[in-house]
C-alpha cells in the first residue's frame, strides 16, 4: 500500500508522524513523509519538504494587536498557502492509496476525496472531531463532562 503522511508544526507535530512513517515501512508499505521542512529529514524514511518555516511562521510577531496582525498577513498567511499547494503537489505526484494527515493541513481531504482515496486524521489532541466522550478543549465548559451534550461543546465558537 503507498501512503502519503502530511504533518506540519513543531518536533512534536513531526515526530509522531516519523514513527508512524518508520513503522509502516517496516511493514513493508510504501510510505512519503511530507514534512514542514527538509531540516528535520529523518534518517531512512522518503520524506519531501512543505517549505514551511514553522520557527518564522509561530515567532511573535510584536507585542501590540497591529503588530501581530501584520505578522500574520506578511508571514503566516503566504506559508500556509505555500504548504498547502505543497502538500497537494506532493500528494498528487505520490499518488497514495491512502492519505494519513495532521490537522494542520487543511487541503489534505480535499485531494484525497479528489484522488478518490481514504483519509486519515491524525489528532494528538482531540480538538478538531467532536465526541460525545469528552467537551471541546479550550471552552468555557472543557472542565466539566456534560455527559450526551459533550457533541454540541464543538459547536461553539473557540477565541
Known amino acids: 500500500m503507498r501512503i502519503m503522511l502530511l ?14 512513517a518508520r513503522h509502516a515501512a517496516s511493514r513493508g ?11 528535520v529529514a529523518p534518517e531512512g524514511v522518503d520524506t519531501v519538504p512543505l517549505g514551511l518555516d514553522a520557527q518564522r511562521v509561530m515567532s511573535p510577531g510584536g507585542r501590540t494587536p497591529w503588530a501581530l496582525a501584520r505578522h500574520v498577513r506578511a508571514e ?37 476525496d479528489a484522488l478518490g482515496v481514504p483519509r486519515v486524521l491524525v489528532e494528538f489532541a482531540p480538538v478538531a472531531t467532536p465526541s460525545d ?12 463532562d456534560l455527559g450526551p451534550r459533550n457533541r454540541s461543546t464543538y459547536a ?4
Not at 461553539?156 to 477565541?159: D, F, G, H, L, S
Open 76 to 112: 503566516v498567511r503566504p506559508a500556509i498557502r505555500r504548504m498547502l499547494a505543497a502538500a497537494v503537489r506532493e500528494t498528487v505526484a505520490f499518488g497514495p492509496d491512502v492519505v494519513v494527515h495532521h490537522p494542520l493541513i487543511l487541503s489534505a481531504p480535499m485531494v484525497a
Open 133 to 144: 466522550r469528552f467537551p471541546a478543549a479550550g471552552g468555557p465548559t472543557a472542565t466539566r
Open 156 to 159: 461553539v465558537p473557540r477565541a
Open 29 to 39: 508499505h510504501e510510505v512519503r513523509l511530507a514534512l514542514p521542512d527538509d531540516s
Open 7 to 20: 504533518t506540519a508544526g513543531s518536533r512534536g507535530d513531526v515526530e509522531p508522524f516519523v514513527a508512524l
